[in-house]
Antibody
Framework: QVNLVQSGAEVKKPGASVNVSCKGFGYAFISYGISWVRQAPGQGLEWMGWISGYNGDTNHAQRLQGRVAMTIDTSTNTAYMELRSLTSDDTAVYYC????????????WGQGTLVTVSS | DIVLTQSPLSLPATPGEPASMSCRSSQSLLQKNGNNYLDWYLQKPGQSPQLLIYLGSKRASGVPDRFSGSGSGTDFTLKISRVEAEDVGVYYCMHALQSPPTFGQGTRVEIK
């Protein structure tokens, strides 16, 4: 059974960085990519970027360029998303989702990780 | 970026009755291979989104057949043939035509 398990909630100060992990279970990790999607409180969904589980190629949203880094560790079937220079606008639930390529459906989602940015 | 506009934003639904919602794209999502790169997701209260429909009309694994997707090009519709109480939540369309994928603003379905 496919399952994506994310790391726990984080509280960060403005200007800090946050690292969220997403561990895949029940499927061939290297055969799929992982996308990251965030949702600010009471708001809709925003795609942040995608990383290949095969070779680590990435594709990021333009508005986050320079602040976001996505990596994978195939030895542990885990994807990581680091977001730097946090502001209050980055307060959101961050989801990882399995996606074969960056233009295919997001077929399985993690449980979400709440990141709160507050001084 | 492609803009997806959903309507209505709020949809009161009656159990056992049909319901439908719309998603309009700022550009055609139809490719030469005949596929429409439009997906539908449901986010139930307090849960992660889940895939309902992909490529405009294909039901994802395990999705009840009361859900159906239709449309082509720039206009798409999600229909629920007979609404059940468990169908409440926010329905999002998302295009997968090109990077970046973008989402509509969502249609909130609630039971009357």
């Amino acid at each position: 059974q496919v399952n994506l398990v994310q790391s726990g909630a984080e509280v960060k100060k403005p200007g800090a960085s946050v690292n969220v992990s997403c561990k895949g279970f029940g499927y061939a990790f290297i055969s799929y990519g992982i996308s990251w999607v965030r949702q600010a409180p009471g708001q809709g969904l925003e795609w942040m970027g995608w990383i290949s589980g095969y070779n680590g190629d990435t594709n990021h949203a333009q508005r986050l360029q320079g602040r976001v880094a996505m990596t994978i560790d195939t030895s542990t079937n885990t994807a990581y998303m680091e977001l730097r220079s946090l502001t209050s606008d980055d307060t959101a639930v961050y989801y990882c989702a399995r996606q074969t390529t960056s233009i295919t459906p997001l077929d399985y989602w993690g449980q979400g990780t709440l990141v709160t940015v507050s001084s | 970026d492609i803009v997806l506009t959903q309507s209505p934003l709020s949809l009161p639904a009656t159990p056992g009755e049909p319901a439908s919602m719309s998603c309009r794209s700022s550009q055609s999502l139809l490719q030469k291979n005949g596929n429409n790169y439009l997906d539908w997701y449901l986010q139930k209260p307090g849960q992660s989104p889940q895939l309902l429909i992909y490529l405009g009309s294909k039901r994802a694994s395990g999705v009840p057949d009361r859900f159906s997707g239709s449309g082509s090009g720039t206009d798409f519709t999600l229909k629920i043939s007979r609404v059940e109480a468990e169908d409440v939540g926010v329905y999002y369309c998302m295009h997968a035509l090109q990077s970046p994928p973008t989402f509509g603003q969502g249609t909130r379905v609630e039971i009357k």
